[in-house]
């Protein structure tokens, strides 16, 4: 906590550490924003691989159930195909996880950083109250000493 002290304006002594601490959240609020951009791509990437996926699981199966009888060689190559694909979809599912696990420490980050941020403030508001009771008790006794100069003038006479 910091002091208040007499002063015609009030003049916070942390306010380079508040300026610090806004900054602070400005990077971490951009952190999480990019990080919350990377997981929806990265979610976007997975949809499109299991849609990819389910139509080539479709054609297949198609190939397999149509009366003619297909080449060996075709359906061996397709399932093949579909083993690299449930492979991708699999590291794509991966690296979505760890996206949102990037995101949600992005968002740890952002509200430490606010809550900092808001310490500071509170102790800003708490020091310019305590700035303001001593100016007003230093406006009472300049009050008080005119008031009382006057009176001491007035029944002297």
Do not use: C
């Amino acid at each position: 906590m910091s002091k208040a002290k007499k002063s015609k304006v009030f003049r916070y002594q942390l306010d380079t550490v508040l300026k610090v601490r806004e900054i602070r959240v400005q990077q971490e609020q951009e952190k999480f924003k990019k990080a919350e951009e990377k997981l929806k791509a990265e979610i976007e990437k997975e949809e499109e691989m299991k849609k990819v996926q389910q139509e080539a699981y479709t054609e297949l199966h198609k190939l397999m159930s149509s009366y003619q009888l297909p080449d060996m060689n075709i359906i061996k190559i397709r399932k093949v195909h579909l083993e690299r694909m449930d492979e991708q979809v699999k590291e794509q599912t991966e690296k979505r996880k760890e996206a949102e696990k990037e995101r949600d420490n992005a968002r740890e980050a952002l509200h430490k950083a606010i809550k900092e941020r808001k310490i500071i403030e509170k102790d800003k508001e708490k020091t310019r109250e305590k700035w303001r009771k001593i100016m007003d008790k230093e406006d009472s006794k300049f009050m008080d000493d005119i008031a009382g100069i006057r009176f001491n003038k007035q029944t002297s006479e």
